[in-house]
């Protein structure tokens, strides 16, 4: 061909236009004319295709050209020719390949953090402000073409809460209003938390918040976002698909791992740096669809339509070089570049000028659920199933950076569910007690504050920093006093309904379990008064005079406190139902660093006395009264073989090597084998210190190995030891003569040495062993039950893990510190996003199948080394507790979940003085009792509708059971299943006192009793 015009590139592009009842597609097309400006022709032809069009006027040299082609939908041969007067001037044929017709579902969000942009309080009052701003936006473009109309996730109830507690009824109506119209969309969680961490119970509670609101403003809650954390919690894939979440998307911040390799194995699992789904099925079986999202790297913020044509087009093409299948795709967007930021309208304009020119991509405003739908409908038998955890590489870790208020609310969690339990019952024994409804919604809340990932500021130091971190653990010191107040109350309200024949102090020890237990029992003499000191009245001491208004800890009286002459003078501790005679031992503590809770403030105020004795067959949620009989002589029991360096029972032989300031040898009788690895690297109950930057250990000094209690009941070891952040170190070993359990407890005193861990070392000798550990509402086997190629290093232990093998196996219980490293003292890996050291080991490779061979645990006990967030000098006293036992079996003995539970649930405790006649409520009882071994009762509580009680059952060792439970002082007729959050599922056979049900392998099940 001969002529001046050349066909230099043909590009096609991903738009679209309409064209009649068709689409056409947009090339561009660079030509090339080596002459003067011309007008030409372009010929189009394929099969089915025979077009020309008219290039008006082709400059000389380079020109580019925006033309529309037919939108093929196979792949054809395309030839384009240049005419110019009819001469043909060049002519080009491509391999066409259809391009995809783009949905980009925009869903405009926050990233709710509590904190890091202000302090909490303060971020409230500013959410609040922003769902007046979003009312407003989506009233204004309510009549907008739907695709292109306001639309706003509100992806966490904790910032939407004020909002409706606050406002006035008409306000919260619209707000429900645009939630049903499908402007808003308001998530199933009330936060961002740090799932590992959380409690069996809170996890489910995490859905109640957001389900209240959909109870009372007749709307749909349907999928849950969980943003910023590299990690999420096996069980939550149950928690969410049984109370009817369908989605769940979670904004994986990717750009965690631009320079280690991802927190999973991108072959097995999706590609780290993509977006795309799977279907993630719980313990239980139960799924839902997971979205994953490469948070921070996909997080967009177009400011005008230009701007969003300049940037969209290269967006697209990286999913498409990345290999993404889909031709739709959740785009999130956040006004600006900080976390918490406001609404914004400018995305709903864009959205309507870029479809006023555009057919594809189609922008669409949207929520979650309706991508998910849409999704789900075209691509959703497409989609792989993965079972599994997903250990997080950096919150879980990050959270022991303040260790004391971490350890405190750990506690909480099953405190408050025992404090629930007590205020149900109360209610239904006790006529004139009122359900503590509020205070027990407000402890939950403060629990829930304090797990949510956001610690303190951007900048992790200052006023502000400070500040922020005053009321995160305001939290957690919150949930606690609101916790031990309802306990208190509920438990002396109980209690004043006893029984009681003869005068004379009695102490009645409830057991909050579902299961019959042996265990011991620590009865302080001087109980610590609750936060609630209610008024009531007394008559008078005179003649002369009225009634007089006094406080008390109890309800309509104060708190019985056990007299210390009662305690230095002969007794014996008497079972009221029973009449035996049960062995004590009185605990006097003097020594402030004592290894036991409030050690100092008990010394402080001159009275730190305890009662201890073991409690036998302490009846399944219910109690047993014992009575303190005054007597002649003191009962004799045989001396013990303790000794400063040695402590025996028969269970066990434990030996000290003062030298090293560990424990040298376990050996366990009944087994008749050494639990100790004595080639381990690091000593039994060794304190260790690591430098976060150059790795370099540093080993606890001994101070001092001494017996400090030698009793009818236990024995105990105090070592004393020093570190460099460390400087003083109080640890106390107890055996008990009739318990299989062995307690190691160490109060810290840190200073404020920064880019330190601090760790205790476990290294118990299983041959061939496997470890399985209970996270929340789930069991789970390390690397095998775990997304593919996660994380190794540490794990978040709820209430035990197991070490053993065919035979017989160690159970471990840590009760203030969660995080274990399985195996070894592996290297960490939190990222870069929070690290400030960087460690050497960082971004080594995670342990794979057969790679875990040793039985050694390292309790994580903190981690201060941060760019950001979380905090850094955090110098404090506080208390680690640990114990464990050995036994033949393995992990599915309900002996390893039950001593993992006892341990975190000690039984409670309530003196009274004097007689009382005419009460309705025997001197030992059941409040609910379970026929099968491996069902626990994970709840019992006021139906949040006020319809009946709740019983929240859990099947723990992974075998389908029909159970039966008898609530012999709840009568009710009628039973109905629920799903988590209360809502009815199916009417159930049932008895005046009892029903039966079966539970599904690993399930949560939960009934309505009315």
Not at 11 to 38: K, Y
Not at 574 to 582: A, F, I, K, S
Not at 916 to 932: I, K, M, N, Y
């Amino acid at each position: 061909m001969t002529g001046n015009l050349r066909l230099l590139n043909i590009e096609p592009t991903i738009f679209f236009v309409r064209h009649g009842e068709g689409l056409r597609q947009q090339v561009r097309l660079t030509v090339g004319n080596s002459g003067e400006a011309v007008s030409a022709a372009l010929t189009i032809r394929a099969a089915g295709v025979d077009e020309s069009l008219n290039l008006d006027s082709v400059g000389s040299g380079e020109t580019v050209h925006e033309i529309h082609v037919p939108d093929l939908r196979t792949p054809a041969e395309l030839t384009f020719g240049l005419h110019v007067a009819g001469e043909p001037q060049d002519e080009r044929t491509v391999a066409w390949q259809p391009q995809k017709h783009w949905e980009i579902h925009i869903v405009h969000f926050s990233h709710h953090d509590m904190g890091y942009s202000d302090m909490p309080a303060d971020l409230l009052v500013e959410h609040t402000g922003f769902m007046d701003d979003v009312l407003g936006f989506c009233e204004e473009t309510a009549h907008w073409p739907e695709d292109t109309r306001f639309r706003y996730l509100v992806e966490a109830a904790w910032s939407l809460l004020p909002f409706v507690e606050n406002r006035p009824k008409e306000a919260v109506e619209r707000l429900a209003h645009f939630v049903r119209q499908g402007q808003i969309e308001i998530g199933a969680l009330y936060g961002n938390q740090i799932q590992e961490l959380c409690g069996h119970e809170e996890m489910v509670r995490l859905l109640y918040p957001s389900f209240r609101l959909k109870r009372e403003l007749g709307i749909e809650i349907t999928s849950a976002q969980h943003n910023d954390i590299p990690g999420f919690s096996w069980g939550m894939a149950s928690t969410l698909a049984g109370a009817g979440i369908k989605y769940f998307f979670a904004a994986l911040p990717a750009w965690y791992f631009v320079d280690v390799h991802p927190c999973w194995d991108e072959e097995d699992v999706l590609p780290i740096h993509r977006p795309g789904a799977h279907r993630w099925e719980g313990p239980d079986g139960q799924s839902v669809l997971y979205w994953h999202d490469p948070f921070d790297e996909d997080i967009w913020t177009p400011t005008s339509y230009q701007h969003a044509l300049r940037e969209l087009p290269g967006f697209l093409r990286g999913l498409e070089d990345k290999g993404y299948a889909y031709d739709m795709v959740y785009r999130p967007l956040v006004s600006g570049v900080r976390d918490n930021s406001p609404p914004t309208l400018r995305f709903a304009h864009i959205a309507r000028e870029w479809n006023s020119h555009w057919a594809y991509p189609r922008l669409i405003t949207a929520n979650p659920t309706q991508f998910f739908e849409r999704f789900e409908q075209r691509f959703g038998d497409q989609l792989q199933t993965l079972r599994g955890d997903l250990p997080g590489t950096d919150y879980p870790v990050c959270a022991t950076c303040t260790p004391k208020e971490t350890g405190l609310n750990r506690n909480t969690h099953d405190a408050l569910v025992a404090a629930e339990q007590l205020a149900t019952i109360a209610a239904l024994t006790v006529d004139d007690y009122q359900h503590p409804r509020d205070a027990l919604d407000e402890a939950y809340r403060q629990v829930l504050n304090y797990d949510e990932h956001c610690w303190g500021m951007w900048s992790p130091g200052g006023p502000a920093q400070a500040g922020c971190w005053s009321e995160k653990s305001g939290f957690a010191y919150r949930a606690a006093a609101l916790t031990h107040d309802l306990t208190l109350k509920a438990g002396n309200r109980i209690v004043d309904q006893i029984e009681l024949p003869d005068e004379g102090y009695t102490v009645t020890v409830f057991n909050p379990l579902s299961w019959e237990r042996t265990d011991v029992v620590r009865a302080s003499l001087r109980t610590w008064q609750p936060h609630g000191t209610p008024m009531h009245v007394v008559p008078p001491e005179n003649e002369d005079e009225g009634h007089r208004l006094v406080l008390g800890g109890a309800i309509g009286r104060a708190i019985v406190d056990l007299p210390q002459e009662v305690v230095d003078n002969p007794f014996e501790l008497v079972e009221l139902d029973t009449g035996r005679r049960l062995p004590c031992q009185i605990v006097r503590t003097t020594d402030p660093q004592a290894a036991v809770p409030w050690a100092a403030e008990g010394v402080a105020t001159g009275d730190m006395t305890e009662l201890v004795f073991v409690a036998e067959a302490l009846p399944p949620m219910g109690y047993r009264t014992y009575s303190i009989v005054p007597c002649d002589e003191w009962t004799r029991y045989d001396e013990s073989a303790a000794t400063d360096g040695v402590l025996e029972n028969r269970f066990f032989r434990l030996e000290m090597d003062p030298e090293r300031g560990v424990i040298r040898s376990l050996y366990d009788r009944d087994l008749g084998r050494e639990l100790i690895d004595a080639e381990a690297p690091h000593g039994f109950g060794q304190l260790i210190i690591r430098d976060c930057g150059s790795g370099e250990e540093e080993l606890g000094r001994p101070r001092g190995v001494s017996l400090v209690q030698d009793g009818p009941l236990f024995s105990t070891i105090q070592l004393q030891a020093e570190a460099s952040c460390c400087p003083r170190v109080t640890v106390e070993i107890t055996l008990y003569h009739t318990l299989k359990r062995v307690d190691f407890n160490a109060r810290i005193l840190r200073d404020s040495t920064p880019t330190r861990e601090v760790f205790f070392a476990f290294p118990f000798q299983v041959a061939e062993p496997r470890f399985h550990f209970e996270a929340p509402n789930a069991v789970i086997e390390p690397i095998q039950d775990q997304l593919p190629g996660s994380n190794t290093d540490y794990h978040a232990v709820q209430h035990w893990a197991h070490v053993g093998n065919d035979d017989w196996g160690v159970t471990w219980s840590p009760v203030d510190a969660p995080m274990a490293e399985f195996g070894g003292l592996w290297p960490g890996y939190v990222s870069s996003a929070h690290h400030q050291a960087r460690g050497p080991g960082d971004g080594h490779a995670f342990l794979q199948p057969g790679e875990l061979t040793r039985a050694h645990i390292y309790s994580l006990v903190s981690y201060n080394n941060f760019n950001t967030n979380f905090v850094n000098s955090h110098a404090c006293e506080y208390l680690v507790r640990y114990c464990f036992t050995a036994g033949a079996g393995d992990w599915r003995d309900a002996a390893a979940r039950h001593f993992g539970w006892d341990v975190a649930n000690p039984p409670l405790t309530v003196w009274m003085d004097g007689s009382q006649q005419g009460g309705s409520l025997p001197t030992s009882a059941s409040f609910c009792e379970v026929d099968a071994a491996n069902v626990m009762v994970l709840a019992f509580k006021r139906a949040e509708d006020g319809r009946g009680h709740i019983l929240r059952l859990a099947e723990t060792d992974g075998r389908e059971t029909v159970v039966t439970v008898n609530l012999p002082f709840l009568a009710f007729q009628q039973v109905l299943e629920t799903n988590l959050v209360e809502e009815d599922q199916r009417e159930l056979p049932g008895g005046e006192h009892s029903v039966t049900v079966s539970i599904r392998a690993f399930a949560v099940t939960t009934l309505r009793l009315q």
